[in-house]
């Protein structure tokens, strides 16, 4: 088997075998741009070597060709005394995971080719120990586990011993101390010497780069960005280029437009004399890219040159790594660039405007994530508020919470409740817990291309980074800014656009893209690339979706803001909202009701009501389908609850009270108590039950659809029966149903279809018959999820389903995206079985999932009519629809 490709081998299409580093490099190597030659080990080595514990068959004769190979082509050997070879050993994954992987520099370096490096450099004696010193460093801390406090320990008494705080003050003489001292570290840690044979250093680290894999944070950051965990990483073997020989020399990072906002032009950092890792970790302050052009124009000139071309190539906005080699361009990395929400979608219509792209790619470069991370609130800042520090805006949203300076604290409250703002100085993989948890990320140190910069666009967390105006002390726990003091537990306000930050909680508005789907945007007025780049996108998104999206919504006012959001109808209006508040006594009085004309009577009390409450809707929804659910939960939780009652009963009696009524309220409600209410007396069985109570509300829908066909509207009611689980139970309400609805209909023209939901697994399997009498079905993906895994929803989230998602059981809660398997075969086995019985079976889902992304392209697939969801997921369901269909 061939574990080992040269770059030349490769190419972008091969990351699965490669990784996207490797596979990326060798395509940059095929274009001809000037990329350090080296090879790649592929993924299926990892793998092996994690699951059988050691290096496959073949891989060590591999790895010998392979580098004799890349000594001839240039003309040194790895780790030669006189003129060294060096090279890095990089980690890389199909899918990125920044600062999630080891990576060692300066491979090939020891006690005796440090000196022939030098040579090499023309006597450059600082920067061969400087880069012997990063070798041990990288080598100790991610090879062998030495703790990287230690060397950085060492690092910063050296450097105060010189009385500096720059490490560019360092000479060669200091920097081999500290190599001595490195080395003591690695003894003392290791129980053995660093490692002096090149050959030795190159499979350890090779090996390393394998174990990273399992790595703890590399295992949580996969889990939080789902990524599967069995697919390896390959591991890049590149000679070295030294971006630290000396002011001619630097390493950069850069993007082709801006990852904040799609801006077009040119964004990143660049740092002198410096080695890679110095710019990601924001050691040493960046100065723009733009600078580089003083320094170096011809450089300059050729790298956007390559940005222009990997921009074409790619067909989208691309990051690069470069390393400046006394004025001669390397180019150590490429990639489609991560983005924010809001630059996916103005790149997505500048690549269309450029050509390079169509409409129906642009649908597939947005994502309706994204589109719901557009639609957060705004800070509200025309009053008192006034930043106290700007730093850059890394990665947007408004954020406010209590301050924390720890990971461990952020856990601690985030799991209290509280919103936390995590403050650091800069941030590093080992917090990647506290980011999870945190509400925003605030650093002092490190630009947009810093590791809590990238992390937090990845998680679409709010961040502002390198607000360099804090001054952060961790174990005090408190930073200042100018003459303000604030500590652990104070609140701050962070806009990850803006990159401001503010003390106190500032209040939040609309964002531009809810103000634009409220129609107070027109985007053919407005000097806004994200709202008109949306605009665009979401009316391709209409125009090629299939399914139609509808919303949940029991109030007039829901309903309307949900038609302003593009839903074409309702498809759960629920009627036991309908029951509550000065309403609730009418209730009690029909529960308690002894006689057939006391329940009438109640029920007499609240038609006229339940029909206000539908003509305001069908109102609103003039002229599109509105599914009304009739009564579905039981009818205790109309009651107050046993415990309450009992004391109230108890107390007022002490005191001599009349307490009839109230005694009578608590016999009901131990008369009526349930162990298991969500299997109990609710549903279709309410109505079977308690006469009256569905032909109460079948009559108050359908006066309301006449009166509002009167006064010229058209009314469109869909009648649904909940908790189906046999053809009978429906038939009968059916019946009944019917009887009224001819009565009150008449000849008005108003049309009054009957459907159920398919909610229990019952009904799903017994579709088919439940199909003869069912005008339509609508899924209600919530309670056949509940009682298709057996789970009560109510419990079971937080009870034990951290431990299911930890054990990969499942890796997303069923009841956030549909389960595919189980509950979405009974989706799947109803749809099929209802249309064969009744050809043109109008279907659709009104659970949960119908706002969620990946459950929208499954009942696209399906072959749904429509789903329906909460009104602020209308345009998301909406995007997803029109992704699902190209
Ligand atoms: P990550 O995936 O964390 O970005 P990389 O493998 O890209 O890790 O390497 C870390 C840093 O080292 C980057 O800045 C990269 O540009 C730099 N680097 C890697 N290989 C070389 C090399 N052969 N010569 C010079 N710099 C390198
Ligand atoms: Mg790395
Ligand atoms: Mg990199």
């Known amino acids: 088997q061939k574990y080992v490709y040269d770059f030349a081998e490769g190419n972008k299409e091969l990351k699965d075998l490669l990784g996207g580093k490797g596979a990326n490099l060798a395509e940059m190597t095929n274009l001809g741009l000037p990329v350090p030659p080296g090879f790649t080990i592929t993924t299926e080595a990892c793998k092996a070597y994690l699951t059988t514990g050691r290096e496959p068959d073949g891989l060590a004769g591999q790895i010998e060709a392979h580098l004799e190979s890349l000594e001839r082509e240039m003309g040194r050997r790895l780790g030669d005394p006189d003129d060294p070879l060096l090279v890095s050993v990089r980690s890389g994954a199909k899918f990125s995971m920044p600062g999630m992987m080891e990576t060692v520099l300066n ?17 450059n004696d600082r920067f061969a120990w400087d880069s012997y010193r990063r070798l041990i460093q990288m080598f100790g801390k991610t090879v062998c586990e030495v703790p990287g406090e230690e060397f950085e320990h060492a690092l910063d008494e050296a450097k105060h011993a010189k009385g500096t705080q720059n490490d560019l003050d360092l000479d060669a003489d200091d920097l081999r101390g500290l190599v001595d001292a490195y080395k003591k570290i690695f003894v003392k840690h290791t129980g053995r010497e660093f490692p002096q044979e090149p050959r030795e250093q190159l499979d350890l680290a090779i090996r390393a780069v394998f174990e990273s894999w399992n790595a703890e944070r590399a295992i949580l950051y996969r889990r939080q960005e789902r990524i599967p965990a069995d ?50 970790a924001g050691i040493r302050n960046t100065v723009p890219l733009q600078e580089l052009e003083q320094l170096d124009k011809s450089s300059y000139d050729e790298l956007l040159g390559i940005m222009a071309r990997l921009e074409e190539h790619y067909r989208d906005l691309c990051d690069i790594e470069f390393t400046i080699e006394r004025g001669k361009l390397w180019m ?10 809001a630059a996916a979608f103005v790149i997505a219509g500048q690549l269309v405007d450029e050509g390079l792209i169509d409409l129906d790619e642009a649908l597939h470069r947005v994502n309706g994530a994204q589109l719901a991370q557009l639609m957060f609130p705004r800070f509200q800042l025309d009053h008192e508020f006034q930043p106290v520090a700007k730093g850059i805006g890394a990665s947007p949203g408004a954020a406010s919470g209590k301050v924390v300076f720890t990971s461990a604290r952020a856990v601690e409250l985030a799991a209290e409740g509280e919103s936390v703002i995590l403050v650091r100085r800069e941030t590093n993989p080992d917090d990647l817990n506290g980011m999870i948890a945190a509400q925003g990320i605030l650093t002092s140190r490190g630009g947009k291309t810093s590791h809590a910069a990238v992390v937090a666009r990845g998680m679409g967390k709010t961040c502002v980074s390198g607000a360099d105006a804090l001054e952060v002390n961790v174990p005090a726990k408190k930073f200042t800014v100018g003459e303000h003091v ?134 609103e929804m003039d002229g599109l389908p509105v599914t009304v ?3 579905d939960p039981p009818l205790h939780e109309f009651l107050p609850p046993l415990e309450q009652l009992a004391v109230n009963v108890a107390v007022a009696q002490e005191r001599g009270e009349d307490v009839a009524k109230e005694e009578a309220l608590l016999a009901a409600v131990r008369r009526m108590h349930e162990e298991n209410p969500m299997l109990g007396l609710r549903g279709v069985r309410l109505g079977l039950v308690i006469p009256g109570l569905f032909a109460m509300q079948v009559r108050a829908i359908a006066e309301a659809a006449v009166a509002v066909t009167r006064e010229g509207g058209t ?27 001819a009565e009150v209909v008449g000849d008005s023209g108003v049309e009054v279809l009957i459907g159920t939901m398919i909610e229990v ?16 079905f609508s899924f209600g993906t919530n309670d056949l999820t509940q009682m298709g895994w057996g789970f009560s929803r109510d419990d079971v989230e937080g009870a034990f389903f951290w431990r299911y998602l930890e054990l990969g059981i499942f890796g997303i809660s069923p009841f956030e995206s549909i389960d595919r398997e189980g509950v979405g075969r009974l989706v799947r086995i109803a749809a099929e079985e209802g249309r064969a019985a009744r050809p043109g079976l109008k279907l659709g889902v009104c659970g949960e999932h119908g706002g969620d992304p990946d459950s929208v392209h499954f009942f696209h697939e399906v072959g749904l009519d429509y ?18 269909a190209v």
Do not use: W
């Open 107 to 123: 491979v090939g370096l020891n006690d005796r080719s440090v000196v022939g490096l030098s040579a090499q450099a023309g006597g």
């Open 761 to 776: 697994p019952r009904a799903a399997l017994t579709a088919g018959q439940i199909a003869e009498a069912a005008q339509f």
């Open 332 to 341: 150590l990395q490429t990639r489609v660039g991560k983005r924010t929400a």
């Open 486 to 619: 604030v500590n652990e537990g104070d609140l701050v306000s962070i806009d990850g656009t803006t990159g401001k930050v503010y003390l106190g909680e500032v209040p939040v508005m609309p964002s531009e893209v809810v103000q634009y789907f409220e129609g107070s945007l027109e985007p053919e007025h407005v000097d806004n690339a994200l709202v008109r780049a949306v605009h665009r996108i979401m009316t391709h998104a209409d125009a090629t979706r299939r399914l139609a999206v509808r919303t949940n919504a029991d109030t007039g006012e829901d309903a309307a803001r949900a038609r302003r959001f593009g839903a074409e109808g309702i498809g759960l209006c629920r009627t036991e909202h309908m029951f509550l508040g000065d309403r609730r006594e009418l209730v009690e009085r029909l529960i308690l009701a002894r006689t057939d004309g006391e329940r009438d009577d109640a029920l007499a009390a609240l038609l006229p009501l339940q029909r206000a409450d539908f003509i305001e809707i069908f109102r």
């Open 867 to 884: 789903v329906s969801c909460s009104p602020f997921r209308v345009p998301v369901a909406r995007l997803e629809a029109g992704r699902a």
């Open 629 to 631: 659910r009739l009564i």
């Open 231 to 280: 697919l390896g990483t390959a591991v890049n073997v590149v000679s070295m280029v030294f971006g630290n020989l000396g002011p001619d020399s630097g390493t950069g990072v850069a993007f082709t437009r801006d990852p904040g906002s799609g801006a077009q032009g040119i964004y990143g950092d660049y740092l002198a004399n410096a080695q890679g890792e110095d710019v990601v």
């Open 715 to 741: 009314a469109c009611p869909e009648i649904m029966v909940p908790l189906v689980g046999a053809v009978q139970e429906l038939e009968t309400v059916r019946a009944e149903a019917e009887k009224i609805i």
